[in-house]
């Protein structure tokens, strides 16, 4: 049998992922963001919430949207410990102060993406969530074998989830459009470093087409070329 990148996605074989879309990172009144003036926050951050809130976010609600009518089972993961005092954090996590208590509203997915009756919600308190959740585990006992990935920050805990998951044998897609950085400029180095293919009939993708994607996630557009590892690399203008 000869192994292939190319391969569309299966709804029963395949879950999308959201990582860190939590008020703590994605909400202008994160902890994330609080010890900022309104000036010093729209100065440092204010290219990452204008991306986030006019074209991020609306991009995860349509591809969250797209897997819940495939059938394609939706998961979210987000840092928050699993104590109040935060104790059980990761070394790195307590060197650089994210510290997200048990039960905390930093901790819930933002409103925009609320997960919806059963779906699953894994904790995490490290960068990668293969660390630090059973995640694996239950992927696996999903019958999951593809994986499609959307978050923040895409140079960090999205990028760790996605090697990890390369690593123990997931066909992943990372959707490009629904995952940001702090700046144009990280994120384009982000995604140069996951060394990606984009097929040419996503290029240029408008609103009124956006059905394609729809499909595409459900499995009905034709298998498409991937590169690098067992990532396809997926880039379009979704949303302009």
Known sequence: MTLTRNLPLVPTQAALLFIDVQNFSAHRQGAEF??????ACEQTYGWYFAQLESRVIP?????????????????????????????????????????????????QVIDQLAPQGDEIVLAKTSSSVFISTNIDYVLRNLGVKQLVISGVIIDQCVESAIHDACDLGYLVTQVSYACLTYSAQRHAQSLRTIQGVIPPFLM??????????????????PPIAMLGRSLLYVQSHFVA
Do not use: P
Request: proline share 0%; hydrophobic share 40%.
């Open 34 to 39: 609080a010890s900022l003036s309104q000036d």
């Open 59 to 107: 991009n995860m609600q349509s591809i969250q949207t797209a897997c819940r009518q495939a059938g394609i089972e939706v998961i979210y993961t987000t840092i928050e410990s699993l104590t109040l005092d935060g104790r059980d954090r990761s070394l790195d996590y307590k060197i650089t102060g994210f510290d997200v208590a048990k039960g905390a509203w930093d901790g």
């Open 204 to 221: 240029g993708l408008s609103r009124r087409i956006h059905a394609a994607v729809f499909s595409f996630m459900a499995g009905v557009i």
